[in-house]
């Protein structure tokens, strides 16, 4: 049996709201995210609005468990990023949790949907670049490619997507899987994009992607 690695990971969690105004301001999410143990990052002084107006901070504001947090008021966006599934899934929902208790937002009718994107290097027991190769070297456009260009083509990388959306959907799944172009012969680069509306859905999808991954390389080697 193929003795597949996770070599490195990387993972990026983002809520994105349709709330006309942006819940998270400035010194009600500062003050709020100190009182859970986050560390924040150096920000620009600012003096508390005039009464009626909303001051927002923007950027990477915070850091806490080897995950960062990154804010955008413009796009609408509150983000998580770090090198573990389990640390940005904790995060946003702590995230929500500060949301509904310290700003008083009804989160969850707020949610336009939610962005995951993983990378992975993978280190599996055959070469990436002729596996890959092989698995669709039987395909009947390949063969007509090779015929009709005159060239001896093969597959170097490919992207799986859920068939019944398109990239545009809030819905939606790519999965890129090709060889490392630093290392072909020994290491797999595989890049995730998922979407959805239902925050439940995404967490569990991505507490359970790497074991998706690894079932993944191994019907490729197999």
């Known amino acids: 049996m193929t003795m597949i690695k996770l070599r490195r990971e990387h993972y990026r969690l983002a809520l994105v709201l349709k709330s006309l105004f942006f819940p998270f301001t400035c010194h009600e999410t500062i003050n709020a995210l100190v009182k859970k143990g986050y560390v924040i990052a150096p920000i620009p002084l600012m003096p508390h609005p005039p009464p009626g107006t909303r001051a927002y901070v923007s950027g990477r504001i ?27 899934v904790k995060t946003l929902k702590e995230l929500i949790s500060v949301a509904k208790e310290d700003l008083f937002v009804d989160i969850d009718g707020e949610i336009d949907y939610l962005e995951l994107i993983a990378t ?18 039987d395909s009947a456009y390949l063969k007509r490619i090779r015929s009709e260009l005159g060239i001896n083509a ?67 080697e197999s």
Do not use: M
């Open 120 to 137: 992975y290097v993978v280190t599996a027991g055959k070469s990436p670049i002729d596996t890959i190769a092989r698995a669709f070297d």
């Open 62 to 88: 915070a850091r806490k468990g080897g995950c960062e947090v990154e804010v955008d008021d413009h796009r609408k966006i509150v983000a998580c990023e770090g090198g573990s599934a389990e640390t940005v």
């Open 154 to 220: 093969s597959v170097f990388q490919f992207t799986l997507n859920l068939k019944e959306y398109r990239p545009g959907s809030r819905d939606w799944l790519d999965i890129k899987v090709s060889p490392s172009l630093i290392l072909p012969d020994h290491d797999y680069d595989v890049q995730l994009v998922y979407r959805g509306r239902n925050a439940d859905s995404v967490f569990e999808f991505a507490t359970t992607l790497s074991l998706v991954v690894e079932k993944l390389i191994s019907i490729i």
